[in-house]
């Protein structure tokens, strides 16, 4: 998918501040989702969230105000509880800015875990999706 970074993105200097490549890896991971048919606000009324409950991001440079972002989010593992997933986030000039692993939790409303809706551990353990693009 493709992310336009705004001036509230940075900071002072014009540099994207860390913390918003996890927005842009969370914009990306939804969209996966949604391309997959997957209505994530559906089961979130149902009582299935998912929650990050691990991360890695490495930064190998920064993006700056007005760079037009390409996000890509892929799943690496699933079990009936957790999906993985990694993400790339690169500039117009196809150099990689950020690379990202995330694990996810399928959970309650109270928090505990619990086993993700049938169809969704289906669609998503098929694996017959590229990386989301947004395009």
């Avoid at 117009?92 to 551990?121: N, W, Y």
């Avoid at 289906?122 to 395009?135: H, I, K, N, T, W």
Wanted: glycine share 6%; charged share 25%; with cysteine.
């Amino acid at each position: 998918m493709k992310i336009r970074v705004y001036y509230e993105d940075t900071d002072f200097g014009g540099v994207v501040y860390y913390a918003n490549y996890l927005k842009y890896m969370e914009r990306s991971r939804t969209e996966y989702m949604r391309q997959r048919g997957i209505n994530l606000l559906k089961y979130h009324h149902d009582g299935y969230l998912f929650a990050v409950i691990e991360a890695h991001v490495r930064y190998w440079r920064p993006a700056r105000y007005n760079d037009l972002l390409d996000v890509e989010s892929r799943m690496t593992d699933i079990s009936r509880v957790t999906i993985t997933f990694e993400t790339t986030i690169d500039n117009q000039a196809h150099e990689r800015l950020v690379t990202g692993t995330v694990r996810l939790a399928c959970i309650s409303a109270d928090g505990k875990a619990r086993r993700m809706p049938d169809e969704i551990f289906a669609v998503l353990q098929a694996g017959e999706f590229p990386a989301a693009s947004g395009e």
